[in-house]
Each structure stands twice: as structure tokens, then as C-alpha cells.
């Protein structure tokens, strides 16, 4: 029987195959894994009931707030985090977001190439201990899922240029505060790990001029509400709107804004764009969704637009659809301009009564218009991934 044994042990090391020791478990099995592994490897299993709708590219979020297990296994040592789907020796494109070996805190991404209607999704999440570097390819993740902006906003803000980091190919930076200390926003835990809080006094995120807003596309992010007050997050301006201040409360048109925006009572939020009389806070057009319970919580909102159709969707249930006014195309030319307060102007007394009061993270724009399965997929995954997949084992690889 040790004889058989030995030649099948022989038979699997010539095929690739290592062994692998449960942790707590002295029995030995044979295990299929990227070559060169040593270290610790997790299934992480999406039941096909989840899913709805065939998606393509989808980035997947993989993250906990703690795992003992982990950095009890780990010490103090840092490891290569990548994935494959299951079994498979060919690694996805993924981000790493934030780890911690002390607490095993965790915040990555990775792309799966494809979900299918009842069909089960297992990945393999690896903590190799070998030394061996691996490219995990992330602007790759976010090129593939057609996403041309993601800012995922755990930094710490020092007011310094290009700070706050877009992990997308476009690698539009942004800086807190236009560099002023006293408009920074603050580093926060979200659910996501870690956001951004503003605190309605003119604090935001400035960003260079680029991306400018393209006829198709979609945009989400989460966002905390504190308290009631008329609050937006200011995202695209054109040239010539209240963003550089030609003409600034002059009572002539500034041309297009888009903002997400939360009413006075928090009863209600949406999208508003071309914007009249900056000074004064009118907009000729907006699109509401009503009677919306998300203040004190964290929320997903997104919005997607093909062409003069748009729909608002709010933790991933669709709350309103539209159309833009024929006059919404000349607002292509608008760029992403501020986060936190629709005015990037340091000090400007309008743009602290406009500013956002509570928390935002995970900020992502396309330009491909989403089905309501992606929002949908995209929120149960971050809200709680801990109950989105089925985790198994950590497990011993070597």
C-alpha cells in the first residue's frame, strides 16, 4: 500500500499537483495551485442561484474587517495575495486594496471573466509566503471590466498633489483639500475598508481636468448621509460652469454640472445636471427618486445613461428612469472636476454651503451603460462579502 501510495505521489509532482496540509488536520491531499506556492490558500464559492443575468468582466470585491485564523497562520510576514478561478494555475487581475497581517483585515479586487445564470463560481485566494512576485495586472482588472475610473478612497489626505489614486489605466489623481489643510477630507472605516469623510465645511477632493463625460456610461458609488442639509457631490463640470467661477453668480446659465444630490429631509436623491445660477443652487433638470430610507446607513447609488436615457438605482434596486433633455449632449464636454462639494474653488464661501456632510466611498465610472443585474451583483458583493460567498477552509499549501 506505501509503495502505490509513493508512485502515485510521484505520478501527481510530475503533473504539476502539490500537497497541501489542512491547517489543524494532519491528512494530506493532493491539491492543483499556481506553481511555486507556499503558504495558505482559501475556496471562496458564489452559488449560481445569485445570478440572475449572464454578466461579463465583472470585478468582484473579496475583503473581511478581521480574520484571527489568517494572522494567526501568517505571524508577521507580508504575503502575495492573487487568485485564480478554482483549480486553475492561471491568475486573474486583481487589486489589493488594504491588508493588514496583524488583524487579517482585507480589501482587494479581481476580475471574473464571466457569470452565468445557476452556474456556481469557485475561486482559489492565495497567501503565498514563497518570495515569488507576481504582475496581478490591476489596471488590466479595471480596463477588462470596461471601468475608466475607480477611486477607492483609503488614503490619507495631506493635502499633496495626485493623492488620492485612480487605479484605472486613465490615472486621474486626485488632491485633498486643492491642497488646502483646512479642507481635507478624513480617512474613515467604511464598508469597504476605508472612505472618505467629509464634513460639510468645504472639504473635498479636487481632480485635474480629464475624462470627460461620454454619451454612454454609468457611474456609482457608496455614500454615508449624517444629517439633513442640502448636500451633493459634485462630479463633472463644464467650461464656464460655477467650477471656475466666469460669470459666477451673475444670473446667466454656467453651462452643465452633474452632481448626486440629497435633499433637505433625506427623504429623497438623485442626479442633477445643467445647472442655473450656481450662486443661487437652481437646477432646470434633475432626476429624483422618492420616499428613499438611506439616511444613518451606508447607500449605493448609481446611475447609467445611454444617451438621452438614464436610470437611478439605489442599493441596486432601480428607483427612477428618465430621459435628459435633447440640450444634455453638450454636456459631453463636461470634465470630472471634485468630489465632496460641486466647487474646487479653495475657500469660496458658496461651495461650503454646497458641500457634502457624511461619508463616500468606492467611486466608479464607465462608459458602458449597466444592466440592473451589475448594480444589483455589484452591491449585495460589497455591502457583505463575508455572506456573498461561501468561505472555506484556510489551508495549508507547499
Not at 105 to 129: K, S
Not at 254 to 262: K, N, T
Not at 266 to 293: I, R
Request: with cysteine.
Amino acid at each position: 500500500m506505501l509503495k502505490l501510495w509513493l508512485v502515485l505521489a510521484l505520478g501527481l509532482a510530475s503533473c504539476g499537483f502539490i500537497d497541501y496540509e489542512r491547517l489543524r488536520e494532519p491528512e494530506l491531499t493532493p491539491e492543483r495551485t499556481t506553481s511555486g506556492v507556499r503558504g495558505f490558500r482559501m475556496r471562496l464559492t458564489l452559488p449560481g442561484e445569485s445570478i440572475r443575468a449572464a454578466l461579463a468582466n465583472f470585478p468582484l470585491f473579496v475583503g473581511w474587517p478581521a480574520k484571527a485564523e489568517l494572522s494567526e497562520a501568517l505571524g508577521a510576514a507580508l504575503p502575495q495575495i492573487f487568485v485564480t478561478l478554482a483549480n486553475e494555475n492561471t491568475l486573474l487581475p486583481s487589486e489589493i486594496e488594504h491588508f493588514d497581517p496583524n488583524t487579517g483585515a482585507l480589501a482587494m479586487w479581481t476580475l471574473v471573466p464571466r457569470l452565468d445564470v445557476g452556474r456556481t463560481l469557485e475561486l482559489d485566494l492565495y497567501f503565498d509566503l514563497s518570495g515569488s512576485s507576481r504582475d496581478t495586472q490591476v489596471q488590466e482588472l479595471w480596463s477588462r471590466a470596461g471601468i475608466e475610473g475607480v477611486w477607492h478612497l483609503g488614503e490619507v489626505a495631506q493635502g499633496s498633489e495626485g493623492e488620492i489614486k485612480d487605479s484605472s489605466a486613465q490615472v486621474v489623481h486626485g488632491q485633498g483639500g486643492s491642497g488646502s489643510t483646512a479642507l481635507l477630507p478624513e480617512q474613515a472605516p467604511s464598508i469597504l475598508g476605508f472612505g472618505q469623510r467629509f464634513k460639510g465645511d468645504g472639504g473635498h477632493i479636487r481632480f485635474p481636468s480629464g475624462q470627460a463625460l461620454a454619451p454612454r456610461g454609468s457611474i456609482s458609488h457608496w455614500i454615508y448621509v449624517d444629517t439633513p442639509g442640502s448636500v451633493r457631490i459634485g462630479y463633472y463640470e463644464s467650461s464656464g460652469s460655477g467650477s471656475d467661477f466666469d460669470g459666477f453668480g451673475t444670473g446667466a446659465t454656467q453651462a452643465y454640472e452633474w452632481h448626486s444630490a440629497v435633499g433637505d429631509d433625506l427623504s429623497y436623491l438623485g442626479l442633477m445636471w445643467n445647472e442655473n445660477y450656481p450662486g443661487v443652487a437652481q437646477f432646470n433638470a434633475q432626476l429624483w427618486g422618492s420616499n428613499l430610507m438611506f439616511a444613518g446607513r451606508w447607500a449605493h447609488l448609481a446611475a447609467s445613461w445611454d444617451g438621452l436615457d438614464v436610470r437611478v438605482f439605489l442599493d441596486g434596486v432601480q428607483v427612477r428612469n428618465g430621459t435628459l433633455p435633447a440640450s444634455q449632449a453638450a454636456s459631453a464636454i463636461a470634465q470630472f472636476r471634485s468630489l465632496g462639494t460641486s466647487k474646487d474653488a479653495v475657500g469660496y464661501a458658496p461651495a461650503r454651503v454646497r458641500s457634502w456632510l457624511g461619508m463616500i466611498d468606492e467611486l466608479q465610472i464607465s462608459r458602458l451603460p449597466r444592466d440592473p443585474e451589475w448594480f444589483r451583483l455589484s452591491q449585495a458583493n460589497q455591502r457583505d462579502p463575508m455572506l456573498f460567498f461561501v468561505l472555506g477552509d484556510l489551508v495549508r499549501v507547499r
